[in-house]
């Protein structure tokens, strides 16, 4: 019943530039990655209500962002302007409730899930963003991150705007509300939006008659179109179209802009570039993406089992058993294991009711984290050498957890290996990552690692691999190379990143 | 933990004006006039955290507004730019729990309490609002309605700006932060924002490292300094003063511009008129503030006391005992007392614990809300020639029911006066006031409302009588007369009221 | 969603019995006793759904008690056995939402309002109390206090027994239950329980056929009949009746049991005492119970006029103005103005949002509890000499801030005057008082109190005149005398009262 | 901050008896049967509070029980008879907040969680059950279902015994209580209360100085004891000691009473059978403890591993890849693939959030329940034979749906195998199972359910293979046989079960 609201440090650079701080979180979570959002729009002819459906499809993406979310929807037979809109946050399930949707009615939604750096998790930054501009409203989800956010924010405040929250949805609103004053369309304005704005979106826009879908010309974060009778939806992976039901109709070009109204598809591909200029986000294929999603054409569940077979190829190793760390790790192991022909199996028993809310009273120490969430099962690991398969390290902190309870179980051996190269530079796209010290590869070598995770020997997937894993479209892999499609913003105050 | 909002139509009326829809709420509700809003900012320059402070205050002036309230707070010794803010619907004490304070640390701070029509009673709209704009943070709170607003929307909305809430303070915030590009200081930007916005306000806007207040040239909502060791308050009421231990300082001048700094107080009156187009509204005397408020250096409870008193002189009667309708006629009936001779007694016990959130369960019908209130004495009553005083009618809807509980309760007679006139126009300045045709007043005589509730006589307060209640204090009692200080909007969309 | 039990200490005293540990709360309060607890019943003939009406009727007695409260209802036309309850911590407008009573169907249904020490403040006392037995089901509401419990608690202990409770009302169940085996009636049953307790009680329980109501041979506690329709009520105080628009039927008698049923109402008066052995408390009329109840045909409100007639004969003082200390006070003050001629005015102003959740910020200490209350009308007071009159003193926390308030406001005098005697003993009979030491009266002259609240000068009501206040129905005063009409347990652990 | 207490019908049947009307849900779940409690207990004799580390217990035995959750907590070096405890409605991590441990101070106590049927699922059965009798306090955490409590309970409410649960608990502390009034010790009262119940039961007891553990004589359900330092636990599962960081000492004895006091632990092992009388619940093995326990010396996943193994010998077929239902099919199919040689792989993707409270909109009833938990990954089955296991069929409400989902995704052929036998018998000893008629295996022939599911074969575990997966431990099969170690009650309410 209540929020709140924080505006954290706007600091003048030296440049005179406004900077974004972004706080990192101190939270102790799994050694993980964070994508930052996930983004469903539908638009249905036949006028039923598509709030439901929109919280089954924000459930089927629940994995890109576990923090806020929300939904917001229209009818395109009512009055012009009214949008009925729910966020909060947690969970899909924990936010929206039976009564939620009595009073979403509707034909037209979109609906957002996001994680964000504690510096931003206020209520106030939950999506989709619900704006009344000079054509009425707008309501905006948006998956990514601009690299000129600051810079834009800065330019928009000079002429007088206003910013009530922190996220890259209100500068892109405002690209669009001033275009709009001129334009003959929504579409259009989005157009000229996308001109300005640069960096990594996946967008999906509501007007009162009008669902449209955009993503930046390099394609970083996946946006397809999938159909079910006769509604129309727009959404960040194919699993959330099989979940509701949905075929899948095609992925958005990197670039384009897709609006769907009474008279279908529409689709305005000015911005798109040349192919060899698309960056689409690898850690899509390897860790954010539901196994079952398909990206651009692309199965997810396949990239993961080459990893596999490239780390059996590339580092082979003598063992008794392949084993994943559950769940990310298990394709790759099985590609190790069809690779190598070492029998695949389960080393680990997970929890499967550690989530988001797991509390840890203060009274007792004695408790791992680790621990709580894994066990081992003695009788599969004992005695036998192992291979752990986990998608990537990036502190490193459970990984020699992981290893110390095979090894107490019994293990004679463990062999690391990781089905991502190691992690060495900061994304400015939309993904979170520590700050650079942090990082465990930083500095490091890998023999080093190998000794800090206490593995018997440890293997990476090579850089040359990842253009594989994808069958050839190109992808942005900066953050194991440092080499970005776009060049970072200037005064960029996440790092002391020596680039 | 959850939030919702509320986009309702915007339409262009005939004349190419958007117009605001404010849908009337229709909770059946006791039959009174609603205050919007109590303003509460605080600068400590011995740099204590206010925000407890704060939430004294709003609890004082929560009989200003019981729907949503807020605090956002800042540390002017610590980086620019950060605001701590929280907000929710309920009441002060439901809002706000002792956790809240932990991570509301600042030394300057504003506060909100608030009540609106039920289309605007989402979350975004709570206030203070906070924003970012070209010169950091800004926090407002704001009480008043502008008439202008719809006007200022649609001109700001041509020019590109986006709009997340429905309230007045955003236009405020708008044209401060369009015009800060070009002022030296933020008091001056509040002096140009003066110059475009028309209507009603008592602003309290805290910047980095100022606290503003400012009230609009008719000074028709109170606003008033206190001092409390080295702290500066500015609030709608002196009793938030009173109950935080400060001392009175004195009212901010209609027109005046306030600014608190390290350096002391420093008023801007460019924008006052001559005193005698000054405008205060009379129901604040009569009825919306706390009687133990001084207003403009009047005393609220005087004032009252005086009604009574006026009452008894113009509208005589005999009668065994003279009561007031808890709480509110109460003080009018002490006065009737005392100019007649009167007996003053009480007639009614009124539950305690009747709050906004007391349900109706449909289960049952025969369970009357008035009686859930109030319940007559019937010892006191009984046998009796009763005066009942009220402070005012609106629709009538609870007298009717209030006389026959005193009949049934063995009054042989039963005599109404109201403390003020009878209620006929529209408001435009910040309270809300019912359509027209659901005044008991519209088109009825006198004589014709006392049959409707069945009083053996009935008297209201005469108009003439209005100025003396203020001791000459020019006010605005355009609800009684419609003759209003300022002409109302042309397309106003309240009313079918011929003017 | 989730409760808490605390099962306190039971200790063997020396001699052999088992003590209860009555851990009293320490919270900052209003210097008030605490009443204990509010019974309703009712029994629909016509078959309607009563939850609803419960609901009201706890309303109504809110006042009675505000830490927990429930209801029970059951379908007479149902099968046997079948009782829905729902009870919580919290007013009865935050416990029972519009979900609630969706689920309580029944025509015959028991309600209760709680207030407890600290110790027994827990989730599983809230009554009434829901139970399986012999004969099905029960359902138990009490108000009161036993002074055997613990003895019988130990014998049935002794027996077998187990509790899972600490309120009196499980002993009375098992009693019940255990003479049940051999009666042929319910009603038969409470009377053989009632042969065992010993102390105060009104009750009021639901079997699955048959509503009954039983007040202790002594009276101590009210208990009233009332009808609505065909339907039937046994509460505790006759506002409850108003407030549901039923007519008040007769007070049940001290010892006396009431069924109802189908067939009617019948009595059983077996275990009545003499009248003059019959001992009602009289703080019921003094403070305890609504003004506009009626316990035994005598009018609250017009014991409490009496009670200040008799301190206007009995201290007499010159003055200006009599008030009351809101808003237990005012009717006293009301009754020695009268006797008097001294004008009665009103000093001071309520905060109508003080509630029972009011938090305290830890921030700050400069806000006084007392002021956050009540401020005093400066207008109404300024060059005068006072008459406060209040209904009791019990440690004095709060009066000697209430005369600094009104003498820093310019009262010339301020005479203070109470409308009960020196409160110095222990209650055992269902009313929560301080330990000993902490009375205001204990060890002190009056004029040794009088000097500690600062007033100009202090009068209690005599002794002699309790009587009065009830027309002379026998009363229990032991809280001001120390004679009570039942000897206090042996053991009694609540104090070092030497008696 | 409120519960609900229904008591449901209690009839006497035709003999004169009470019997237990246990309403079944009716929510849509998945196909599985419920368990229906996990227990913990711990006595940390350097004195360290164990509130958390009772939570981690329960958090790795919440698969046992989802329903609702509690601990009691108690000081044995604080005042006898002082007991904390906190139940709730829900997951341990939903129920538990940082601010329960602050409250929850002692070194012994005993936690619950828990399933059960609709008609009892209300807070006041949540476990665990804490009373207070003659010899101070005891707390009950029970895992089991008694035969003979509907019997016991009537013989104990003739004695006049109140329940204020359904729970069996209440009548194993009843038969505790009254037999502690003449023993010795606790233990003996508890050994005692063995001799009068029947069925099945793993039991904790927590009195003010001793932590007690005892399983009934045919050892259905697993209890063992283990050690962290100076502290003993008992519990459910060796699981829970794995989270806890535990070691694993022994599993407590079929029939034997564990005491443990500062003087170690003490057995009592009069109650025990001879060993072939034994009969651990074989489902314990198959599907409801975590395949990372051991239960009496048993690996849990190593019996799946073998039921896999058996299948493959027993139900041989061609095919490309053998996959698991997930979870619990997963181990089976390992097995399977091992013994046949056909590739492991992965075929689903099971959305990581689903949990206990997802809702299901009314607007919508396009998605299908299936589908939002289970997707198939096309790529792994696309023209493939697929071998399909799964732990059980109970209902068969699913498994059509995924063999079809299989088939859509383009598999050639869908071979079904279930590591159980058919499922056809009632469980008396605390599994929910649904009535005879619901069960896919009742009145058919195996062809017709492999017809319904639309499989290509089926094959199920041959009840022959049972004991071999217990290593030759005397197992209970009754709900695959209809032959029970104890005869059922004789007047059964669960069933027109034709015995």
């Not at 029998?343 to 028993?349: K, L, Q, R, S």
């Not at 988001?356 to 009788?379: A, G």
């Not at 194991?480 to 970072?488: A, E, I, Q, R, V």
Request: net charge neutral; aromatic share 8%.
């Amino acid at each position: 019943m209540s929020f709140r609201a924080v505006f954290y440090l706007v600091v003048i650079s030296k440049k005179g530039k406004l900077m974004k701080n972004n706080l990192h979180a101190q939270m102790e979570v799994s050694d993980k990655l964070k994508e930052e959002c996930g983004v469903f729009g539908i638009y249905d002819f036949d006028g039923n209500d598509v709030a439901s459906t929109i919280y089954y499809g924000l459930f089927a993406l629940q994995h890109r962002g576990q923090e806020s979310c929300g939904i917001a929807v229209s009818d395109t037979k009512g009055p012009k302007g009214v949008v009925q809109s729910y966020k909060g946050m947690g969970l899909v399930n924990e936010v929206f409730t039976e009564d939620t949707f009595d009073n979403m009615k509707g034909d037209i939604g979109v609906g957002h899930v996001r994680y964000s750096t504690a510096g931003a998790s206020s209520r106030e930054n939950a999506q989709p963003l619900v704006l009344n501009y000079i054509k009425g409203t707008l309501a905006l989800a948006h998956n990514g991150n601009l690299i000129n956010a600051v810079r834009l924010r800065e330019e928009l405040a000079y002429d007088g705007a206003i910013f009530q929250t922190t996220i890259d949805s209100e500068v892109i609103a405002y690209h669009i509300a001033r275009a709009r004053v001129k334009t003959a369309t929504v579409e259009e304005a989005v157009l000229h939006a996308m001109k300005k704005v640069e960096g990594a979106y996946s967008l999906v826009v509501m007007s009162p008659r009008k669902l449209i879908g955009a993503r930046d010309p390099y394609g970083f974060k996946p946006l397809c179109i999938g159909k079910r009778d006769n509604a129309y939806i727009i959404t960040s992976e194919t699993c959330a179209l099989d979940t509701i039901g949905a075929e899948f109709v095609r992925d958005v070009l990197p670039g384009e802009i897709v609006t769907i109204t009474k008279d279908g598809i529409k689709s305005d591909t000015s911005m798109c570039l040349p192919a060899e200029k698309e960056a689409r986000c690898i850690f899509e294929y390897i860790y954010f993406a539901r196994p079952d999603s398909r990206i651009d054409g692309r199965s997810v569940y396949h990239s993961r089992i080459l990893a596999g077979r490239y780390l059996a190829m590339d580092s082979p190793v003598e063992a008794d058993l392949v084993v994943g760390v559950p769940e990310s790790g298990n394709a790759a192991a099985l590609g190790y294991s069809l690779e190598s022909g070492i029998p695949y199996g389960t080393a680990f028993v997970k929890n499967g009711y550690v989530g988001r809310t797991f509390i840890k009273p203060k009274q007792s120490s004695r408790e791992s984290s680790v621990r709580v969430k894994l066990n081992v099962l003695k009788e599969a690991v004992e005695g036998k050498r192992i291979i752990m398969i986990d998608d990537s390290i990036v502190r490193g902190t459970t990984s020699d957890r992981i290893v110390s309870m095979l090894k107490e179980a019994g293990a004679k051996e463990v062999h690391m290996r990781v089905s991502s190269p190691p992690f060495l530079w900061p994304c400015y796209f939309g993904t979170d990552v520590p700050a650079r010290e942090q990082l465990i590869a930083y500095n490091r070598t890998i023999e080093e690692i190998r000794e800090m995770i206490g593995a018997d020997s440890l293997g990476y997937l090579k850089t040359e691999r990842l253009e594989q894993l994808t069958g050839g479209l190109p992808i942005c892999k900066g953050c194991f190379t440092g080499n970005y499609p776009l060049d970072p913003p200037e005064d960029d105050i996440r790092g002391d990143f020596e680039k």
